[in-house]
């Protein structure tokens, strides 16, 4: 009929020292059904993933920066950034706001970088602008603007450090 299993045999692994004697039982079947559950669900997982829902990381990177195309629209190529007058009047009120305690006033440094000499650390162009304000220089201590400002009110801020520079 049915075989038996037989429980509580001495393996013969014994530690001579304290005494403890190493038993050779089956796992339980509980054990057992959970192990047997999880490879299962795992090979089923690893199908609809890949093959049934045609998901990927490599998708899910791409999808991720297409919204990001989207929202910050600066970063496609050859959307190059050009500051003009009308900008540069919007983006006066938003300097004076968030960047007169570390830039000053008259643009000349407090602990920020003075913005009106010809040194650009990060880059003098406009783009290399909407990049520092965006993106912030952590090493520095200028906090990250762009997720704060969004991307319109940094190329104001920008437009406007660019015609207060030549001054």
């Given amino acids: 009929m049915g075989k038996s299993i037989q429980r509580d045999q001495v393996t013969g692994h014994a530690d001579e020292a304290d005494g403890i004697e190493e038993y050779d039982n089956p796992l339980p079947d509980w054990w057992l059904g959970l192990f047997w559950f999880t490879i299962i669900f ?56 968030n960047c007169v305690p570390c830039h000053g006033e008259d643009l000349h440094g407090k602990i920020g970088p003075n913005l009106t000499d010809d040194v650009w ?20 201590g200028m906090p990250t603007w762009g997720p704060i400002l969004g991307p319109e009110r940094v190329k104001e801020v920008a437009a406007y450090v660019i015609s207060e520079h030549g001054k």
């Fill in 42 to 97: 795992a090979i089923g997982y690893t199908l609809h993933y890949h093959f049934i829902a045609h998901r990927s990381p490599q998708k899910e990177l791409a999808a991720e920066l297409a919204a990001a195309r989207v929202q910050w629209p600066e970063g496609v190529a050859g959307a190059a950034f050009v500051p003009t007058h009308e900008l540069a009047e919007k983006g006066e009120a938003i300097f004076k706001t």
């Fill in 121 to 140: 650390i990060h880059g003098g162009r406009p783009d290399d602008i909407v990049r520092t304000i965006t993106n912030g220089v952590q090493a520095k």
